[in-house]
């Protein structure tokens, strides 16, 4: 169950944080947790390679300096909770840690350094930013923010939350590893940036054990929360339904007084019925936010479904030693947070595996089934890409991936490497242009537009269950193609009605290519800037950017007031988190 970082423990440390944030308690004591994070030599702040927090105060213009680090090892170890959370410096401490944390899986799930996307190698973190019930990453600010604001009965610090500190880190991540998802596209895309920043929150905290200990309180010992529970469970307590109560009822508990504010994410996704009609067809449910909580309770329906195979197979094994089918409620515990951590590494490795523009949730899907086959092919314990597939399914979204299981078909047959250098291949993007040049037909790239490799990295991804390793080295590329609507017909993509002829338009297009360790692509997940590989896709994206008004600003643009409404439209899109 210890999560490694790059399988060198020394590297790391595990510190003490708040597992969730003051409001999960168990009896009257909040629940504390434990986070990995790298070993580095601090600075006064905390301030370290990756991130600086910075206590500086906007509504009061107050700044605290900070006291130097702490010689020990895990500072906040066996103090007091109910102190820490009245103490600044813990606050910037567990900021700190939980950023470095959520930095920590996305590397470790990648299997390279990962970049903040404004460039940077620092990330400012403000723990008391302002006094506001808000908080948010601001791509101009290099910043994660943390607003405090008086709640029923004391102030309260956002800073303290771990899913609101893993929510934001998250979109500072996703930002840089894949730029275009704030384009305006599908509604899947525009959800994807929330769903998945909230799958990311929510599974780390389910990773720790304290906060899974609370979901088995809440779901199975319900009526009879006791402070001296029974040491083991029966199996037949443990059904889907029980956990699944259990995560509702953290969820109520969660961030109690920041709900208000923030969507709780949990309590909201968990409440969701499973329905194929609302991700098809039902108007609320269209809306970027609400959208977004259907990828989540996709993937909290496979997260209890794999829990509960898993118990059952335990209770099995039990009945033929024990003679009963019982559970140590400890091992319940374990297998919950273990099966959390697993989910999540595969929930962030499935980035590399998806388009790099006009993402849908199908191909969120089929990134994830083929990215977890290639590290994880042995899935017997968790079961868990069946489990994801029937999830995802049971909310009317289905795999977009045409080979078996769902997954993405190998790469087309017969493509030519005579031009290309394989030490070349795996770090230079004009090495894999030259590929992508090379072999243009076969992946039916679109040759009248603009195409430039955004990113090429080699990656290290580790199993941690059987120490399997995987090299790859994934390249990005993207296809811009500016051409006027009375040209669509060219890229048999359909004039949206209405549109004049000499309305200019841009369409995107590209992908993501995965190459093996010999230099050889296995996959690409491309999408075609026409209308002929993509289908309907860029004839309907193009109708709904033209409906939704996006062309009045492309005119207006054209009439120079370009750097203006663009600054604009930019802060409304990463100033303010909306919860
Ligand atoms: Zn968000």
Request: glycine share 8%; hydrophobic share 40%.
């Amino acid at each position: 169950m210890a999560y490694v970082v790059g399988a060198l423990p020394t590297r790391t440390r595990r510190v003490t944080i708040i597992a969730q944030d003051p409001s999960v308690r168990r009896g009257r004591k909040i629940v504390m947790g434990e986070v990995a994070i790298p070993r580095e030599d601090l600075r006064a702040g905390p301030w370290g390679h990756r991130v600086q927090v910075v206590d500086y105060d906007a509504t009061l213009d107050r700044y605290r300096k900070p006291k130097p680090p702490a010689a020990k090892d895990d500072p906040y170890t066996g103090k007091d909770p109910d102190r820490l959370i009245a103490d600044p410096e813990f606050h910037a401490w567990n900021c700190y840690a939980i950023v470095m944390s959520t930095l920590a899986r996305f590397e470790f799930a990648l299997g390279r350094r990962i970049p903040w996307s404004f460039g940077g190698h620092q990330i400012k973190v403000v723990p008391h930013a302002f006094a506001d019930a808000n908080a948010f990453y601001s791509r101009q600010d290099e910043a994660i923010l943390f607003g405090y604001f008086e709640g029923y009965r004391d102030t309260v610090f956002t800073c303290l939350s771990h899913d609101v500190i893993a929510h934001e880190t998250t979109h500072a991540l996703l930002d840089g590893l894949r730029e275009r998802y704030m384009d305006p596209s599908s509604p899947d895309q525009a959800a994807f940036h929330e769903g998945f920043a909230d799958i990311v929150a929510l599974l780390s905290v389910f990773a720790l054990p304290g906060v899974v200990e609370r979901i088995i309180d809440l779901g199975i010992d319900r009526k009879h929360e006791r402070p001296q529970p029974s040491r083991r469970i029966a199996i037949d307590r443990l059904s889907e339904t029980r956990l699944f109560e259990g995560l509702l009822g953290l969820g109520e508990q969660m961030g109690e007084e920041i709900q208000g504010v923030r969507g709780a994410a949990l309590r909201r996704s968990a409440k969701i019925t499973p329905s194929p009609t609302l991700y098809r067809s039902d108007p609320a449910f269209q809306e970027a936010h609400r959208r977004g909580e259907l990828l989540v309770a996709a993937v909290l329906r496979a997260f209890v479904a794999a829990w509960r195979n898993r118990l059952a197979a335990l209770g099995d094994e039990s009945a033929l030693r024990v003679g009963s089918k019982t559970l140590d409620r400890e091992r319940v515990v374990e297998e919950g947070a273990a099966l959390a951590e697993t989910l999540l590494t595969t929930a962030i490795r499935a980035l590399d595996y998806a388009p790099t523009v006009d993402l849908k949730f199908g191909d969120y899907l089929s990134a994830v089934l083929t990215s977890d086959r290639e590290v994880r092919p042995d899935d017997k314990k968790y079961e868990l890409r069946r489990r994801l597939r029937d999830a995802f399914a049971s909310y009317g979204i289905k795999p977009r991936g045409s080979a078996a299981g769902g997954a993405w078909p190998r790469a087309p047959e017969g493509l030519t490497y005579a031009g290309v250098h394989l030490e070349a291949l795996q770090r230079d993007p004009d090495e894999v242009f030259r590929f992508l040049w090379d072999n243009r037909r076969a992946l039916k790239l679109d040759e009248g537009a603009y195409t430039e490799v955004l990113s090429v990295r080699p990656c290290t991804r580790v199993d941690p269950d059987d120490g399997f390793t995987l090299h790859e080295t994934v390249a990005e590329c993207v296809q811009i193609r500016r051409l006027r609507a009375g040209e669509l017909h060219l890229v048999h993509v359909r004039r949206p009605d209405g549109m004049p002829d000499d309305t200019e338009v841009t369409l995107y297009g590209g992908g993501a290519l995965i190459f093996d360790e010999f230099g050889r692509l296995k996959y690409w997940v491309g999408k075609a800037v026409g209308g002929e590989m993509g289908g309907e896709d860029q004839s309907a994206q193009l109708l709904r950017r033209w409906v939704s008004g996006a062309f009045e600003t492309d005119r207006r643009r054209s009439r120079r007031f370009a750097a203006l409404h663009l600054q604009r439209a930019v802060r409304a899109a990463t100033r303010k988190e909306e919860w």
